[in-house]
């Protein structure tokens, strides 16, 4: 099974056990209800995760491209995605063993980092 097969599945289910909450609803069986709409949700919530993990793998792919596509532009945004990791990563080190060492510098760079980023991205799309 794909990705894309588990997403449909997971659909499937969610709409045939919500189908049959609503059957138990009328006939008024509570606890038939209650578990029917349980599994719906839970496969609700199913296949909205691996919806989101198709559209993380797809930007994933997409930045791979771009990243060879465009190796030589500094502003690429698989670039400054690390920068900003690093950046962060950085900042979270100081403000956890060494607070005194932030500077407003620190959060300058994150700040043009990620505004880089986000105008490199809407670009993309």
């Given at each position: 099974m794909n990705l894309e097969e588990a997403i449909e599945r997971a659909k499937y289910i969610a709409t045939k056990k919500h189908s049959e909450a609503?059957?138990?609803?009328?006939?008024?069986?509570?606890?038939?209800?209650?578990?029917?709409?349980?599994?719906?949700?839970?496969?609700?919530?199913?296949?909205e995760?691996?919806?989101?993990?198709?559209?993380?793998?797809?930007?994933?792919?997409?930045m791979k491209t771009q990243f060879l596509d465009d190796?030589?532009?500094?502003?690429?945004?698989?670039?400054?995605?690390?920068?900003l990791e690093s950046e962060i990563f950085k900042y979270e080190h100081r403000a956890e063993h060494d607070p005194q060492k932030i500077s407003p510098l620190d959060y300058t760079i994150i700040y043009a980092l990620k505004h880089c980023l986000e105008e490199q991205l809407k670009e993309v799309e």
């Open positions: 609503m059957i138990h609803r009328v006939n008024s069986n509570n606890e038939k209800y209650d578990e029917r709409v349980e599994w719906a949700e839970e496969h609700y919530q199913l296949a995760w691996l919806e989101e993990l198709k559209e993380l793998r797809e930007y994933k792919r997409k190796i030589e532009n500094p502003l690429e945004p698989i670039k400054l995605s690390s920068a």
